[in-house]
Each structure stands twice: as structure tokens, then as C-alpha cells.
């Protein structure tokens, strides 16, 4: 059960972000902002 909370937790965290915040939205303020 550990293991399989800590395996789900680490995948949801990895992929929570990617989907929360993708690359465009992440692209898109930083070239704005370095730009």
C-alpha cells in the first residue's frame, strides 16, 4: 500500500503539472517575459 501511494503520488505530481501547465502556457509568459 506504501508503495503504491508513494508510485501513484510521484506520477500524479509528475503528470498533474505537465497537464496543469503545459508548454505553451509555460513558453508563452517566459518568451514574454525574456522578450
Known sequence: M???N???TADS???RPEQRVPK????GP???ANG
Request: aromatic residues 0%; negative net charge.
Open 2 to 4: 506504501h508503495e503504491t
Open 6 to 8: 508513494v508510485t501513484e
Open 13 to 15: 505530481a509528475s503528470l
Open 24 to 27: 505553451r502556457r509555460t513558453e
Open 30 to 32: 517566459s518568451t514574454e
